[in-house]
């Protein structure tokens, strides 16, 4: 509804404005009804991944901060949140929401769902809030649990149950005389992607069974190979029930080259970003091309570093001038969220660090139009010496998008 939206000369926004009255009036009858169909002690309202942008614009909200002593536009959710907790136990009911909602103040019977890391959890449970952990890196089965090349199309992200399996809710930075409130783990099916039942039981299963052995043995008692043997057994049972499952016994896993640490020449060498790597996705840092980790399926999973802009263009000093036989770097290509392959690559070589000679420049032939998950391999074979290595990496100015690259291996 663009009347709930904020006003003056902006375009309608995709969150409620905060100022009006109108929003509360909407929501709270929206609340009412919920409760009438629902008899729930907990409503959950949601409140993730709000911007503020409109806020900072809105002549509503900004009066409203004003009447309130607001100084910074985030307060606004904090009233937003505060007024719905409060209609809500009016109303009987106790209040949960995504743990944005631990910006501000909350009763001490509202509880929070946990998103978006260790760090959130451990805030709720120190300010003795019941706390459900559901960590994005492990709990949200919209994720591929196997190569994205193998599996119906998803979301993104790569979750396969040995990962799903390792995760340890409870850290050192839960306090040990809180942990009467972390009342559990919830795992996550988002079905923008999932169009069927059948496929929905395909990203569950045996993903929800690693999650429940998580969230119920002891972190002593957790042994990987007894229980995928054990998974194994229990997807041929639930086969015979009638479910649809993940077919575990032919997974294809991880990509090889992420399985082990690549010790090339500059593995451990220092880094010269000429063109910088985006904030975003930085990856390991100025350590990320050269640590000897290759990245896996996804861009998201903190090996692979993301270029925006130009590209990328980084020197490796080996430290000594010493012969080389091979220079080699992999790019990733995924067109839904704008990751392209680099229109070309260039490798080259010095001694002093600023003379450079061209090895080599590698035209990208596959089109930007390719919808399938691709990861090349750019690389120059010879016979050279050199102390500075040198890969020039140019975004494909018809795509625009990201690079991402994992590792610059020498040998």
């Keep these: 509804l663009p009347q709930l939206a904020c006003g003056g000369d902006l375009k309608p926004g995709g969150e409620f404005c905060p100022g009006k009255e109108l929003t509360y009036e909407f929501l709270t009858n929206v609340l009412k009804e919920v409760m009438e169909l629902f008899p729930s002690e907990y409503i959950h309202i949601g409140g993730d991944e709000a911007s503020t942008n409109h806020w900072k614009q809105c002549p509503d909200c900004q009066a409203l901060m004003k009447a309130e002593g607001m100084k910074e536009e985030g307060e606004l959710q904090e009233y937003l949140v505060s007024r719905i907790e409060k209609f809500l136990k009016e109303n009987g009911r106790k209040m949960i929401g995504w743990d944005e909602i631990l910006t501000g103040e909350l009763d001490e019977t509202s509880a929070v769902t946990v998103w978006r890391g260790e760090d959130k959890g451990a805030e709720s449970v120190k300010r003795g809030l019941r706390t459900i952990l559901s960590p994005g890196a492990y709990c949200y089965f919209d994720s591929y649990q196997d190569a994205p090349r193998t599996q119906p199309e998803a979301i993104g992200g790569y979750l396969p149950l040995e990962k799903v399996y390792s995760y340890e809710p409870v850290t050192e930075a839960f306090p040990a005389d809180k942990l009467d409130c972390v009342w559990g783990v919830q795992g996550n099916v988002w079905t923008e992607y999932i169009p069927t039942p059948e496929h929905a039981e395909y990203m569950i299963y045996p993903r929800l069974l690693a999650l429940a052995e998580v969230a119920w043995t002891n972190p002593e008692q957790k042994d990987w190979k007894r229980f995928h043997a054990e998974a194994l057994q229990e997807i041929k049972v639930l086969n015979s029930m009638g479910y649809h499952t993940f077919d575990l016994q032919n997974e294809v896993g991880n990509r090889p080259v992420a399985l082990s640490v690549d010790n090339h020449l500059a593995k451990g060498k220092k880094v010269e970003y000429v063109r910088p790597y985006s904030d975003s996705y930085p990856a390991g840092g100025e350590s990320a091309l050269t640590n000897g980790i290759h990245g896996g399926w996804v861009y998201t999973d903190q090996r692979w570093q993301g270029f925006l802009g130009k590209g990328a263009d980084v020197i490796v000093d080996l430290e000594k001038s010493q012969p080389i036989q ?39 032939t596959l089109p930007i139009t390719d919808e399938q998950l691709t990861i090349q391999t750019y690389d120059w074979t010879g016979s050279c010496e050199a102390r500075y290595v040198r890969v020039q990496a140019d975004i494909n100015p018809e795509a625009g998008g990201f690079l991402f690259t994992d590792e610059f291996v020498v040998k």
């Design 326 to 364: 091979q220079l080699s770097i992999d790019f990733m290509q995924l067109r839904g969220p704008g990751v392209f392959l680099p229109q070309k690559v260039s490798f080259l070589i010095s001694n002093d660090g600023k003379e450079y000679t061209l090895l080599k420049t590698i035209t990208t």
